[in-house]
T-cell receptor, first 115, second 114 residues
């Protein structure tokens, strides 16, 4: 079974500071990993994904994530936080085989930006 | 840019009533999904659908739930007899090739069961 764990249900950073949202995964097969963002009262939007190509993945809005197999991690970072980054962030893992395409989400991290 | 759409955006129903949530996936997508998010909790998988069949379902997706693609465009989730605990945001998603591919999510339907 695949799972992800997000450490920290709430993270607050000052505007302009580094954003670091943590995600660790568990998977018996090479995982496909995703970060989604959810703005208030909206659906889920893909930020970036890892699908076994480059270990450093760049996404939208200046976010990036690094896949580290040795640490089973896929942490999300952004060098300089902007007020518009305030949202809920979900890490997710999926399989590849037929019948195992679902996304399994972490519990989410609510990011607050302090002016 | 193509989007997944869902109707209605909000639905209020009485316990025991049937509800049908509707989704229009992106037109060239072949895999369809339903997820739900109870207020304040994580997003949970309900069911995946491919080639007019359920390919996977979770423990949540019991006999009270069913899915259908009635006309090659819509993808529906039916809850036969709603319970209070079915109150949640329901998201539809779709993608082209299933596992490992980006799933595109609709805006959700907020269901409130009284």
């Amino acid at each position: 079974a695949q799972s992800v764990t997000q450490l920290g249900s709430h993270v607050s950073v000052s505007e302009g500071a580094l954003v670091l949202l943590r995600c660790n995964y568990s998977s018996s097969v090479p995982p496909y990993l995703f970060w989604y963002v959810q703005y208030p009262n909206q659906g889920l939007q893909l930020l970036l994904k890892y699908t076994s190509a480059a270990t450093l993945v760049k996404g939208i809005n200046g976010f990036e994530a690094e896949f580290k197999k040795s640490e089973t991690s896929f942490h999300l970072t952004k060098p300089s936080a902007h007020m518009s980054d305030a949202a809920e962030y979900f890490c997710a893992v999926s399989g590849l085989d037929f019948g195992n395409e679902k996304l399994t989400f972490g519990t989410g991290t609510r990011l607050t930006i302090i002016p | 840019e193509p989007e997944v759409t869902q109707t209605p955006s909000h639905q209020v129903t009485q316990m025991g009533q049937e509800v049908i949530l509707r989704c229009v996936p992106i037109s060239n997508h072949l895999y369809f999904y339903w997820y739900r998010q109870i207020l304040g909790q994580k997003v949970e998988f309900l069911v995946s659908f491919y080639n007019n069949e359920i390919s996977e379902k979770s423990e949540i997706f019991d006999d009270q739930f069913s899915v259908e693609r009635p006309d090659g465009s819509n993808f529906t989730l039916k809850i036969r007899s709603t319970k209070l605990e079915d109150s949640a945001m329901y998201f539809c998603a779709s993608n082209i090739r299933g596992g490992g591919e980006t799933q595109y999510f609709g805006p959700g339907t907020r269901l409130l069961v009284l």
